[in-house]
């Protein structure tokens, strides 16, 4: 694996990044397709993503020589405190995530999911004091716009249910996202809180075990989302993370609603509306806008 500091050639780094910005937009077409099929229910699909997400970075992290075990820390043998609210935030994304795309189709449900990580974000740093040019605001407004365009009434609106859930699984991954801000070691604190919110899973689905039913298809999916796209996909998104600045890294990240969109296109023959095109570009640019309105600030200061 590669170490997490050291020089990188540029082609790496884009290899990287490209290659988990896939991960990323492969979980919505992952958990659209098996709740699409009815191959499995929403609570089953978030148990088993959480369970082998939480295997395979306890098994990656064993061969790194670090742990996810709750009770051990991989820099001391004292216990590693537990931050619960980034353990319920991300158990609470994905039990939203996986109800949402029971409804909504994988490129609007990703927009939406985007959106509202990333307006979150700008919200908790207009709370805490950051301040927004001309620019910046414009561009707020703007990805405002389109989310309340995208979720107003009207035929080729999307199921104002699934749009909640997903919004709503948006805020609690962008919290979770803000909690990691920091961390020593994002991607063993990102095992252990796999480890510690896979029990609440289970939990919802014993609670909602009447509904439960699963095909080995359905199965199947829902471990190459936990395993693979979230599990290998943290791996190598932690890994060219440093390598990249903070206004490029939330930038490629522009890039998942569209890859997730083109996926439900040619995977899911979901079509693309213009609603959700004249959304996505106001979205995306808007969101754009308001990164490159923070970098000017920072650069003027």
Known sequence: ??????????????????????????????????????GIDPASFGSIRLVSGALALTLILRLRGGSANPDKSAAAAAPAKADWLAVTML????????????????????????????LTMFCVGLRAGEMFGALAWSGFVLAIGGLVYLMSPGLAAPPPL??????LAGVAWGVYSLRGRGV???????????????????VLSLVLAAQAHADRSGIALAIASGAITSGLGYVVWYSALPRLGALLAATVQLSVPPIA?????????????????????????????????????????
């Open 162 to 167: 699934g749009a909640l859930l997903m919004a």
């Open 184 to 202: 020593a070691d994002p991607l063993a604190a990102t095992g252990r809180n796999f480890v510690r919110a896979a029990p609440m899973a289970l």
């Open 261 to 301: 969109a083109f996926g439900g296109v040619l995977f899911l023959a979901e079509p693309v509306t213009p609603r959700l095109a004249l959304a996505s570009v106001a979205i995306l640019g808007g969101i754009a806008l308001v990164l490159f309105g923070r970098t000017r600030a920072v650069r003027a200061q």
């Open 91 to 118: 158990f609470a994304y994905v039990a939203f995530f996986s109800f949402a795309y029971l409804i909504l189709p994988a490129g609007t449900g990703a927009l939406i999911l985007f959106g509202a990580v990333q």
């Open 1 to 38: 694996m590669p170490e997490p500091q050291g020089r990188w050639p540029a082609g790496k780094v884009a290899l990287f990044t490209t290659v988990a910005m896939l991960a990323f937009a492969a979980n919505s077409l992952l958990c659209r397709m098996a709740l699409q099929q009815r």
